[in-house]
């Protein structure tokens, strides 16, 4: 049973909602140049990784705002590229009933925490796929992500809100 006029009906509409309405590989491409002579140093020694991740968002309505985790890597050893990943893994999320304060550390820490997991299972299929044992990404820290991105936008001499 509902009721009008400001009655439960009324109340649950607006308490903040967060939906995956997508999500979706925007972009993604991954190189074994040297392959199949790459494969062959395989358990020979532990390869140099490296791992950049970004996030990026757009919003594209009101209520609606992609958010995209973009993740680079590569793996070389002894100065050979063994495999290159670039993914562009994307979501829309459509976000009602959030103060206006809460909005930035919601799309850019709890909708990448979100898209992450996906994320990894990609690069870890890829890379097995290519060849190699999968890549299993640490967990992320999306808050530290966030305040560091914060501390960059902040002017020069500025004090940062403490917390």
């Known amino acids: 049973m509902s009721t009008t006029n400001g009655g439960p009906a009324a109340a649950a509409n607006q ?3 967060l939906k995956v309405v997508a999500q979706y590989i925007k972009d993604f491409s991954f190189e074994n140049p040297n392959a199949p002579q790459s494969l062959t140093t395989i358990g020979t020694q532990q ?10 968002a757009k919003p594209l ?3 609606d705002i992609e958010v995209m ?6 793996a070389e050893m002894s100065g050979s590229l063994m495999f290159r990943f670039d993914l562009e893994f994307a979501g829309v999320f459509r976000i009602q009933n959030v103060p206006q304060e ?4 919601l799309v850019l820490i709890e ?6 997991p996906f994320a ?3 690069v870890a299929t890829t890379v097995r796929n290519g060849g190699f044992p999968p890549l299993l990404l640490d967990p992320v820290d999306f808050v530290g ?3 560091q991105r914060m501390s960059e936008l902040q002017p020069a001499g500025a004090v940062a809100p403490q917390s």
């Open 15 to 17: 308490q903040p909602q």
């Open 47 to 56: 390869p140099q990784i490296a791992i950049q991740i970004n996030v990026n």
């Open 61 to 63: 309505s009101e209520n």
């Open 69 to 74: 985790l973009k993740l680079e890597g590569k």
């Open 102 to 105: 809460s909005m930035n550390p």
């Open 111 to 116: 909708c990448p925490r979100l898209l992450f």
């Open 120 to 122: 990894r299972e990609i």
């Open 145 to 147: 992500l966030y305040r």
